[in-house]
Protein backbone atom coordinates (compact mmCIF):
# COMPACT_ATOMS: atom_id res chain seq x y z
CA UNK A 1 0.00 0.00 0.00
CA UNK A 2 1.92 3.19 -1.28
CA UNK A 3 -0.62 5.32 1.74
CA UNK A 4 0.81 4.73 4.90
CA UNK A 5 -2.52 3.83 7.10
CA UNK A 6 -2.66 4.30 10.55
CA UNK A 7 -4.96 2.35 12.82
CA UNK A 8 -5.99 6.27 13.95
CA UNK A 9 -6.87 6.85 10.43
CA UNK A 10 -9.26 3.62 9.79
CA UNK A 11 -10.77 4.31 13.23
CA UNK A 12 -11.88 7.90 11.54
CA UNK A 13 -13.43 6.39 8.25
CA UNK A 14 -14.98 3.99 10.57
CA UNK A 15 -16.92 6.95 12.42
CA UNK A 16 -18.15 7.75 8.80
CA UNK A 17 -19.46 4.21 8.43
CA UNK A 18 -21.36 4.08 11.34
CA UNK A 19 -22.76 7.96 10.68
CA UNK A 20 -23.99 7.30 7.31
CA UNK A 21 -25.61 3.54 8.35
CA UNK A 22 -27.44 5.32 11.07
CA UNK A 23 -28.57 8.10 8.53
CA UNK A 24 -29.70 5.49 6.23
CA UNK A 25 -31.94 4.23 8.71
CA UNK A 26 -32.72 7.07 10.62
CA UNK A 27 -34.39 8.02 6.91
CA UNK A 28 -35.69 5.11 5.99
CA UNK A 29 -37.50 5.24 9.57
CA UNK A 30 -39.39 8.60 8.83
CA UNK A 31 -40.00 7.72 5.26
CA UNK A 32 -42.32 4.83 6.74
CA UNK A 33 -44.21 7.10 9.42
CA UNK A 34 -44.95 9.60 7.20
CA UNK A 35 -48.25 7.27 6.22
CA UNK A 36 -49.41 7.75 9.43
CA UNK A 37 -48.79 11.58 9.20
CA UNK A 38 -50.73 11.81 6.28
CA UNK A 39 -53.72 10.34 7.58
CA UNK A 40 -53.95 12.65 10.05
CA UNK A 41 -53.78 15.69 7.47
CA UNK A 42 -56.45 13.95 5.24
CA UNK A 43 -59.24 16.23 6.91
CA UNK A 44 -57.45 19.05 5.30
CA UNK A 45 -56.33 17.21 2.19
CA UNK A 46 -60.08 15.73 1.09
CA UNK A 47 -59.82 17.42 -2.20
CA UNK A 48 -56.05 16.44 -3.03
CA UNK A 49 -54.88 13.39 -4.50
CA UNK A 50 -51.27 13.92 -2.46
CA UNK A 51 -50.17 15.73 -0.08
CA UNK A 52 -46.83 17.65 0.51
CA UNK A 53 -45.59 14.82 3.18
CA UNK A 54 -46.34 11.98 -0.04
CA UNK A 55 -43.63 14.51 -1.78
CA UNK A 56 -41.26 15.22 0.96
CA UNK A 57 -41.53 11.35 1.73
CA UNK A 58 -40.02 10.42 -1.70
CA UNK A 59 -36.87 12.34 -0.79
CA UNK A 60 -36.40 10.78 2.41
CA UNK A 61 -36.27 7.09 1.11
CA UNK A 62 -34.11 8.87 -2.02
CA UNK A 63 -31.69 9.89 1.03
CA UNK A 64 -31.61 6.96 2.75
CA UNK A 65 -31.04 4.80 -0.31
CA UNK A 66 -28.11 7.41 -1.22
CA UNK A 67 -26.13 7.43 2.74
CA UNK A 68 -26.63 3.33 2.63
CA UNK A 69 -24.48 3.91 -0.89
CA UNK A 70 -21.67 5.99 1.09
CA UNK A 71 -21.42 3.47 3.54
CA UNK A 72 -20.79 1.12 1.02
CA UNK A 73 -18.19 3.41 -0.49
CA UNK A 74 -16.37 4.05 2.19
CA UNK A 75 -16.22 -0.20 3.79
CA UNK A 76 -15.06 -0.69 0.17
CA UNK A 77 -12.29 2.14 1.01
CA UNK A 78 -11.15 0.77 4.28
CA UNK A 79 -11.04 -2.63 3.01
CA UNK A 80 -8.98 -1.66 -0.06
CA UNK A 81 -6.68 0.34 2.57
CA UNK A 82 -5.83 -3.24 4.42
CA UNK A 83 -8.30 -2.22 7.32
CA UNK A 84 -11.48 -3.69 8.99
CA UNK A 85 -14.80 -2.17 8.56
CA UNK A 86 -17.18 -2.14 11.66
CA UNK A 87 -20.54 -3.76 11.40
CA UNK A 88 -22.36 -0.51 13.36
CA UNK A 89 -25.12 1.83 13.18
CA UNK A 90 -24.91 5.57 14.95
CA UNK A 91 -27.93 6.89 16.86
CA UNK A 92 -31.18 7.64 15.33
CA UNK A 93 -33.70 10.61 15.65
CA UNK A 94 -36.66 10.30 14.38
CA UNK A 95 -39.47 13.17 15.60
CA UNK A 96 -43.31 13.22 15.52
CA UNK A 97 -43.63 16.25 12.89
CA UNK A 98 -42.01 17.24 9.45
CA UNK A 99 -40.30 20.31 11.16
CA UNK A 100 -39.11 17.79 13.85
CA UNK A 101 -37.85 15.56 11.01
CA UNK A 102 -35.84 18.31 9.30
CA UNK A 103 -34.32 19.79 12.70
CA UNK A 104 -33.45 16.44 12.81
CA UNK A 105 -31.94 15.85 10.16
CA UNK A 106 -30.16 19.25 9.80
CA UNK A 107 -28.56 18.35 12.86
CA UNK A 108 -27.27 14.57 11.71
CA UNK A 109 -25.77 16.28 8.33
CA UNK A 110 -24.10 18.97 10.22
CA UNK A 111 -22.57 16.38 12.40
CA UNK A 112 -21.83 14.35 8.28
CA UNK A 113 -20.03 17.59 7.48
CA UNK A 114 -17.93 18.74 10.59
CA UNK A 115 -16.80 15.01 10.54
CA UNK A 116 -15.84 14.52 6.06
CA UNK A 117 -13.90 17.86 6.60
CA UNK A 118 -11.83 16.46 8.74
CA UNK A 119 -11.66 13.09 6.72
CA UNK A 120 -10.53 15.49 3.70
CA UNK A 121 -8.23 17.25 5.99
CA UNK A 122 -6.37 14.33 7.19
CA UNK A 123 -6.85 11.92 4.01
CA UNK A 124 -5.08 15.45 1.99
CA UNK A 125 -2.29 15.25 4.77
CA UNK A 126 -1.16 11.57 4.36
CA UNK A 127 -1.46 11.50 0.24
CA UNK A 128 -4.69 9.36 0.09
CA UNK A 129 -6.05 10.93 -2.52
CA UNK A 130 -8.10 8.24 -3.24
CA UNK A 131 -10.12 8.53 0.03
CA UNK A 132 -10.00 12.23 0.02
CA UNK A 133 -11.94 12.12 -3.69
CA UNK A 134 -14.33 10.37 -2.60
CA UNK A 135 -15.47 11.91 0.73
CA UNK A 136 -15.62 15.15 -1.05
CA UNK A 137 -17.98 13.90 -3.47
CA UNK A 138 -19.75 12.61 -0.39
CA UNK A 139 -19.46 15.62 1.37
CA UNK A 140 -21.19 17.80 -1.90
CA UNK A 141 -24.24 15.08 -1.72
CA UNK A 142 -24.73 15.87 2.07
CA UNK A 143 -24.40 19.45 1.68
CA UNK A 144 -27.45 19.32 -0.48
CA UNK A 145 -29.13 16.86 2.10
CA UNK A 146 -28.51 19.75 4.81
CA UNK A 147 -29.88 22.35 2.43
CA UNK A 148 -33.11 20.40 1.40
CA UNK A 149 -34.15 19.63 5.40
CA UNK A 150 -33.77 23.19 6.15
CA UNK A 151 -36.58 24.31 4.13
CA UNK A 152 -38.61 22.65 6.10
CA UNK A 153 -37.53 23.64 9.58
CA UNK A 154 -40.67 25.93 10.38
CA UNK A 155 -43.03 24.20 8.01
CA UNK A 156 -46.59 24.99 9.39
CA UNK A 157 -50.07 23.40 10.17
CA UNK A 158 -48.84 20.15 11.05
CA UNK A 159 -50.81 17.54 13.61
CA UNK A 160 -48.41 18.01 16.86
CA UNK A 161 -50.91 16.76 19.05
CA UNK A 162 -52.47 13.37 19.44
CA UNK A 163 -55.98 12.48 18.43
CA UNK A 164 -58.74 13.86 20.93
CA UNK A 165 -60.57 10.63 19.77
CA UNK A 166 -60.39 7.84 22.03
CA UNK A 167 -59.61 4.85 19.83
CA UNK A 168 -62.06 2.61 19.09
CA UNK A 169 -62.28 -0.99 20.84
CA UNK A 170 -60.97 -3.38 17.68
CA UNK A 171 -57.59 -1.25 18.25
CA UNK A 172 -57.19 -2.66 21.71
CA UNK A 173 -55.68 -5.65 20.09
CA UNK A 174 -52.42 -3.81 19.72
CA UNK A 175 -50.48 -4.18 22.58
CA UNK A 176 -46.95 -3.34 24.03
CA UNK A 177 -45.95 -7.13 24.01
CA UNK A 178 -47.48 -7.08 20.02
CA UNK A 179 -45.40 -3.89 19.38
CA UNK A 180 -42.20 -5.52 20.93
CA UNK A 181 -42.39 -8.83 18.83
CA UNK A 182 -43.13 -6.59 15.47
CA UNK A 183 -39.98 -4.41 16.63
CA UNK A 184 -37.83 -7.63 17.01
CA UNK A 185 -38.49 -8.09 13.00
CA UNK A 186 -37.16 -4.35 12.44
CA UNK A 187 -34.25 -5.09 14.32
CA UNK A 188 -33.72 -8.23 12.00
CA UNK A 189 -33.80 -6.52 9.37
CA UNK A 190 -31.34 -3.51 10.34
CA UNK A 191 -29.08 -6.61 11.01
CA UNK A 192 -29.37 -8.28 7.56
CA UNK A 193 -29.01 -4.39 6.09
CA UNK A 194 -25.77 -3.79 7.82
CA UNK A 195 -24.19 -7.50 7.77
CA UNK A 196 -25.10 -7.81 3.89
CA UNK A 197 -23.38 -4.33 3.00
CA UNK A 198 -20.46 -4.95 4.81
CA UNK A 199 -20.20 -8.72 3.30
CA UNK A 200 -20.81 -6.91 -0.38
CA UNK A 201 -18.49 -4.21 -0.13
CA UNK A 202 -15.65 -6.61 1.87
CA UNK A 203 -15.03 -8.05 -1.64
CA UNK A 204 -12.72 -5.39 -2.43
CA UNK A 205 -10.19 -7.05 0.13
CA UNK A 206 -7.37 -8.20 -1.92
CA UNK A 207 -7.54 -11.85 -0.38
CA UNK A 208 -10.70 -12.42 -1.47
CA UNK A 209 -9.93 -10.80 -5.01
CA UNK A 210 -6.89 -13.00 -5.72
CA UNK A 211 -7.55 -15.57 -8.66
CA UNK A 212 -6.28 -19.06 -7.96
CA UNK A 213 -7.32 -21.45 -10.72
CA UNK A 214 -7.02 -21.29 -14.12
CA UNK A 215 -11.21 -21.30 -14.44
CA UNK A 216 -10.99 -18.03 -11.98
CA UNK A 217 -8.32 -16.35 -14.57
CA UNK A 218 -10.34 -17.07 -17.57
CA UNK A 219 -13.38 -16.16 -16.21
CA UNK A 220 -12.29 -13.01 -14.31
CA UNK A 221 -14.21 -13.77 -11.19
CA UNK A 222 -14.26 -16.24 -7.80
CA UNK A 223 -16.63 -17.47 -5.43
CA UNK A 224 -16.00 -14.21 -3.43
CA UNK A 225 -17.24 -12.15 -6.61
CA UNK A 226 -20.53 -14.88 -7.18
CA UNK A 227 -21.12 -14.40 -3.38
CA UNK A 228 -20.61 -10.76 -3.53
CA UNK A 229 -23.42 -10.18 -6.44
CA UNK A 230 -25.81 -12.25 -4.67
CA UNK A 231 -25.95 -9.90 -1.84
CA UNK A 232 -26.81 -6.55 -3.88
CA UNK A 233 -30.21 -7.65 -4.61
CA UNK A 234 -30.98 -9.03 -1.33
CA UNK A 235 -29.58 -6.31 0.75
CA UNK A 236 -31.91 -4.32 -1.69
CA UNK A 237 -34.95 -6.40 -0.49
CA UNK A 238 -33.91 -5.80 2.84
CA UNK A 239 -34.15 -1.99 2.73
CA UNK A 240 -37.95 -2.50 1.31
CA UNK A 241 -38.82 -4.98 4.53
CA UNK A 242 -37.56 -2.27 6.69
CA UNK A 243 -39.98 0.65 5.55
CA UNK A 244 -43.15 -1.73 4.99
CA UNK A 245 -42.61 -2.70 8.66
CA UNK A 246 -41.87 0.40 10.44
CA UNK A 247 -44.42 1.78 8.08
CA UNK A 248 -47.15 -0.89 9.65
CA UNK A 249 -45.70 0.09 13.56
CA UNK A 250 -46.27 3.79 12.88
CA UNK A 251 -49.45 3.42 11.32
CA UNK A 252 -50.84 0.89 14.63
CA UNK A 253 -49.57 4.05 17.07
CA UNK A 254 -46.44 2.24 17.52
CA UNK A 255 -42.73 3.16 17.48
CA UNK A 256 -40.10 1.73 15.62
CA UNK A 257 -37.00 0.87 17.05
CA UNK A 258 -33.40 1.82 14.88
CA UNK A 259 -31.11 -1.04 16.41
CA UNK A 260 -29.56 -4.08 14.70
CA UNK A 261 -30.50 -7.23 16.92
CA UNK A 262 -28.59 -9.66 16.86
CA UNK A 263 -25.66 -8.07 16.24
CA UNK A 264 -24.39 -8.08 12.50
CA UNK A 265 -21.45 -10.70 11.93
CA UNK A 266 -19.52 -10.93 8.64
CA UNK A 267 -17.43 -13.08 8.48
CA UNK A 268 -13.75 -13.77 6.72
CA UNK A 269 -14.17 -15.62 3.97
CA UNK A 270 -16.90 -16.12 1.09
CA UNK A 271 -17.68 -19.86 3.16
CA UNK A 272 -18.06 -16.96 6.18
CA UNK A 273 -20.62 -15.17 4.19
CA UNK A 274 -22.71 -18.17 2.88
CA UNK A 275 -23.19 -19.74 6.69
CA UNK A 276 -23.75 -16.58 8.59
CA UNK A 277 -26.53 -15.09 6.25
CA UNK A 278 -27.85 -18.95 6.05
CA UNK A 279 -28.42 -18.25 9.74
CA UNK A 280 -29.52 -15.17 9.92
CA UNK A 281 -32.26 -16.05 7.33
CA UNK A 282 -33.60 -19.09 9.14
CA UNK A 283 -33.26 -16.90 12.55
CA UNK A 284 -35.67 -14.59 10.63
CA UNK A 285 -37.88 -17.17 9.46
CA UNK A 286 -38.83 -18.36 12.53
CA UNK A 287 -39.29 -15.21 14.01
CA UNK A 288 -41.78 -14.31 11.34
CA UNK A 289 -43.76 -17.58 11.16
CA UNK A 290 -44.20 -16.33 15.15
CA UNK A 291 -45.80 -13.06 13.87
CA UNK A 292 -48.01 -14.87 11.38
CA UNK A 293 -49.21 -16.71 14.15
CA UNK A 294 -49.95 -13.84 16.67
CA UNK A 295 -51.09 -11.82 13.79
CA UNK A 296 -53.52 -14.68 13.00
CA UNK A 297 -54.37 -15.02 16.48
CA UNK A 298 -55.29 -11.57 17.03
CA UNK A 299 -57.06 -11.21 13.95
CA UNK A 300 -54.62 -8.48 12.56
CA UNK A 301 -55.28 -9.93 8.83
CA UNK A 302 -52.96 -6.35 7.21
CA UNK A 303 -49.52 -7.73 9.50
CA UNK A 304 -50.38 -11.08 8.77
CA UNK A 305 -50.53 -10.54 4.79
CA UNK A 306 -47.68 -8.36 5.28
CA UNK A 307 -45.32 -10.93 6.79
CA UNK A 308 -46.22 -14.12 4.63
CA UNK A 309 -45.52 -11.77 1.53
CA UNK A 310 -41.98 -11.20 3.19
CA UNK A 311 -41.60 -14.29 4.43
CA UNK A 312 -42.20 -15.61 1.07
CA UNK A 313 -38.45 -13.23 0.05
CA UNK A 314 -36.86 -14.29 3.12
CA UNK A 315 -37.53 -17.78 2.00
CA UNK A 316 -35.86 -17.34 -1.22
CA UNK A 317 -32.78 -15.91 0.50
CA UNK A 318 -32.49 -18.57 2.54
CA UNK A 319 -32.33 -21.15 -0.35
CA UNK A 320 -30.41 -19.14 -2.05
CA UNK A 321 -27.60 -19.50 0.57
CA UNK A 322 -28.76 -23.30 1.43
CA UNK A 323 -27.44 -24.01 -2.27
CA UNK A 324 -23.98 -23.00 -1.42
CA UNK A 325 -23.27 -24.52 2.06
CA UNK A 326 -24.31 -27.66 1.89
Avoid at 16 to 24: C, D, K, P, Q, R
Avoid at 168 to 193: C, H, M, Q
Avoid at 209 to 222: D, F, G, P
Amino acid sequence: MAVKVTADYIDLLNKAVEHEIGLSVQYILQHGKMEKLIKKLIPENILLNKTTYDAIGSFLYEFAIQEMKHAADIIERIYYLGGKALPISGKVHIGNTLSEFAKNGVTAEEESLTLYRQIIETAGKIGDWQTRTLFEKIYHEEEEHLFKFQEYLNFQNEPDQPSKVPLPEWRNIYTNDYFTLLNKAVSAEITGIIQYINQHEKMALLALREKSTALETVTETNKAAVVSKLLKPIFMQEMDHLEKISERIYLLEGEAVANPDPLPVVGETAQDFLVLDHKLESDTIILYRKIITKALELGDTTTRRLFEDIIIQEEEHFWTFDDYVK
